[in-house]
């Protein structure tokens, strides 16, 4: 799996999206109902850089998989960030501090939220807290993998 991940985040091999996000449905609560997917947004310019946005091609297929709403534009990174790999695990609550925003409030949805590894759980957590200050009544998590 972390070979899979790897070639999904850096080296451009997009194709993997509908395998990674299965196994992403495999370890979501049976029966859970969620409102709204939302992808882990990357700041412009590193989208710019990558030219895609892992979590939203993940989000995507998980909408598929789950016939649920997707909106990759509800919550967005307005600061350029350190990349979090580079950082030490103490560092990377600190360099997220206040760098996402939520476009539109919300009113009580349950949202899934979705990113493709979980380390330290800092970009999570930041972009929970967004989402719960805007409204969101439930945040729940899927990763691809977890890091540690």
Known sequence: MQTATRLFKFKQRVNLDRSLAYYMVKALPLGEHFDLIVPVPLH?????ERGY????????????MLACRVESRLLRKIRKTIPQHNLPARERENNLSNAFSLVAPLSGEHILLVDDVLTTGATVGSCSQSLLAGGAGKVTVVTVARAG
Do not use: C
């Open 44 to 48: 412009k310019s590193a989208l710019r």
């Open 53 to 64: 946005n892992q979590a939203t091609l993940l989000a995507r297929e998980l909408g598929r």
